[in-house]
C-alpha cells in the first residue's frame, strides 16, 4: 500500500462525489477532491528510499552519502494547488448564479427546464 | 448573525496571533517549508475568521474591498517593478542583484525576501477578496 | 441510472487500484539532470531550502504567471457576481 494506491482511492471517493450525487455543491467539492488526490500522487513519485527532505540544515551536499527525495514535482504542486482554488472559486460562483435564476440546486430537476 | 459573547472575544484575541504566524512563515520561506503562497492564505484565513465571528459589515468597514484591490493590483506591479531591476543593470529578467550572504542566516537569500512579501500580500488580497464576493451577493440575476 | 451502478463501478475499480502494485517505488537510482539543483543550489543562491530555490530562483518566471492565475480567477468571480452598474 504506497502512496500512489492511496492516491488512486481518494480519486476514487472524489470520482463517486462527482457522478453519484445531485446536488450540485457536492459536485464540485469532488472536483476539489480529485485535485488534491492529483497534488499527492505527483509528491509522492518522487520518494527515493531512506530520503531526507530537501532542506540542508547543517550538512553539506555529498553526492553519495546523503540521500535526498526529489524537489522537482514538489516545485511544481505549489502552482497546482493555487489552480484548484482558482477552478473551485469559479465553479462555486456559477453554482449560485445557477440557484439565483432557477431556484433550485437539483441536477435531475434541471435536466426537465 | 449576532453570535455569542464568548465567540467574538475569542476571535478578536486570536487574530494577531495569526497574523503573526502568517509573517514567520512568509519571511522564513528560505530557511524551512513555507514561503509567499503558504503565509498569505494563513493572513487569509485570520481576515476570514473576523468576518465569520463578526459579521461582514463590520469587518468590511475595517478592511474595505477597494483598499484590497488596490493592494492587489500593487502587489503585482510590485513583482514586475523586482523583475525590471535586472533589466536595469544589464542583466536578464528577474535576475538576483541583491547580495547572497551567509547560508543559514535570516538576511541571506538575495531576492527570496522582497518576492516572497510581495506573493504573500497578493495571495492575500485575493483569496479575501473573492471571499468578500462570494459573502455579498444578494439574489441578483 | 440507479445508484447501485455507481456503486459497484467504484468498487471494482477500488479493488483494482488497491491490488496494482509498482515493484520500483523509491528504489534508488540516478536522478540525471536534477543532480544540478541538488549540488549546486545552495551555491548559486544562498537558501537552504531547496524546493524554495527552485520556484523563486531558477523558475521565477512560472511564479509570475501563477501570481496572474490567481488575478484570472478574481477577475472572474467579480464579472458573474458583482453589482449591476452603479
Known amino acids: ?113 | ?141 | 441510472m440507479k445508484s447501485y451502478y455507481y456503486i459497484t463501478l467504484i468498487i471494482v475499480l477500488s479493488v483494482v487500484a488497491i491490488f496494482s502494485i509498482n515493484p520500483e517505488y523509491g528504489k534508488l537510482r540516478n536522478l540525471g539532470h536534477i543532480n544540478y539543483y541538488l549540488e549546486n543550489g545552495i551555491q548559486d543562491t544562498g537558501a537552504v531550502n531547496l524546493v524554495a530555490s527552485i520556484y523563486l530562483n531558477y523558475r521565477t518566471y512560472d511564479t509570475l504567471m501563477e501570481t496572474i492565475v490567481l488575478f484570472m480567477s478574481l477577475m472572474g468571480v467579480s464579472i458573474f457576481l458583482g453589482k449591476k452598474g452603479k
Open chain 2, 1 to 141: 448573525m449576532d453570535n455569542s459573547k464568548i465567540i467574538k472575544t475569542i476571535a478578536q484575541k486570536l487574530f494577531p496571533l495569526i497574523l503573526l504566524f502568517g509573517f514567520y512563515l512568509t519571511l522564513h520561506g528560505h530557511l524551512s517549508p513555507g514561503g509567499g503562497f503558504q503565509g498569505g492564505v494563513v493572513i487569509a484565513t485570520a481576515i476570514i475568521l473576523l468576518a465569520l465571528s463578526h459579521g461582514i459589515d463590520e469587518t468590511e468597514n475595517r478592511f474595505k474591498e477597494k483598499h484590497l484591490n488596490n493592494i492587489e493590483k500593487l502587489a503585482i506591479l510590485a513583482f514586475i517593478f523586482l523583475g525590471m531591476l535586472g533589466i536595469f543593470n544589464n542583466y536578464p529578467f528577474l535576475k538576483d542583484i541583491f547580495p547572497l550572504g551567509q547560508r543559514g542566516f535570516l538576511a541571506s537569500a538575495g531576492m527570496m525576501i522582497p518576492l516572497n512579501l510581495v506573493i504573500s500580500i497578493k495571495v492575500a488580497a485575493g483569496i479575501t477578496g473573492i471571499f468578500y464576493i462570494l459573502v455579498k451577493y444578494r439574489g441578483e440575476i
Open chain 1, 1 to 113: 500500500m504506497t502512496p500512489i494506491n492511496i492516491s488512486l482511492l481518494v480519486f476514487m471517493i472524489g470520482l463517486y462525489g462527482v457522478i453519484a450525487k445531485n446536488n450540485m455543491i457536492k459536485k464540485v467539492m469532488g472536483l476539489a477532491i480529485i485535485n488534491a488526490s492529483v497534488v499527492l500522487f505527483f509528491v509522492a513519485i518522487g520518494y527515493r528510499h531512506d530520503g531526507m527532505a530537501p532542506i540542508l540544515e547543517n550538512q553539506t551536499y555529498n553526492s553519495i552519502d546523503t540521500v535526498l527525495v526529489n524537489p522537482v514535482p514538489q516545485a511544481l504542486m505549489l502552482t497546482a494547488i493555487v489552480v484548484s482554488i482558482s477552478l473551485t472559486a469559479l465553479a462555486l460562483a456559477l453554482v449560485v448564479k445557477i440557484y439565483a435564476k432557477y431556484k433550485t440546486l437539483d441536477v435531475q430537476k434541471l435536466y426537465r427546464e
